[in-house]
């Protein structure tokens, strides 16, 4: 077993969360009618209110005399915009166009990119391994989701041949 018992609790418990963000965010998007981005900036001001009650009860480094670093600061904006909020805004709208299951498919999808761009802006190694991983992955999000396109595949190689 990788880590301990409490991590791995921790790590199950996240992603029984993600799921039901994603089952409740189609709920509210598909038959409460609210648009993807307040569903967004919800989720986003309810999650800095936790943190923020986080941040006032442990313990930590003191956060905000980095923040007055350029390269800091531009790299914290960077983050909620680019890691934090766009990516939550097109989550939303892949739920709003799709499925909740359809859209959950972006986190298998997302570590994969992560480390092509990691290899690109920050020179990881990307091994032989990593290429097979990548191509399981892409081949599993597209048997969930290529449903139309598999079973015309399928349709044409089981039809009975005539000769």
Excluded at 69 to 96: C, D, E, G, N
Aim: hydrophobic share 55%; net charge positive.
């Amino acid at each position: 077993m990788v880590g301990d018992m409490w991590g791995n609790l921790l790590i199950v418990g996240a992603m029984i969360m993600f799921a039901l963000y994603n089952v409740s965010s189609r709920y509210l998007i598909d038959k409460k009618s609210y648009h993807p981005i307040t569903v967004t900036g919800f989720s986003l001001i309810i999650s800095a209110c936790l943190f923020l009650i986080v941040i006032l009860t442990i313990p930590h480094a003191p956060i905000l005399p980095n923040l007055r670093i350029p390269s800091v600061a531009f790299l914290a904006i960077y983050m909620a915009i680019f890691v934090t909020v766009l990516p939550y805004i097109l989550h939303q709208w892949a739920v709003k166009h799709s499925s909740a299951t359809t859209a959950s498919l972006t986190s298998y999808i997302q570590p994969v990119f992560a480390f092509v761009f990691n290899g690109i802006l920050l020179g990881e190694i990307i091994t032989p391994g990593f290429f097979v991983g990548s191509m399981l992955v892409f081949s599993g999000v597209f048997m969930a989701t290529g449903n139309k396109i598999l079973n015309s595949i399928i349709t044409k190689l089981s039809a009975p041949r005539q000769t």
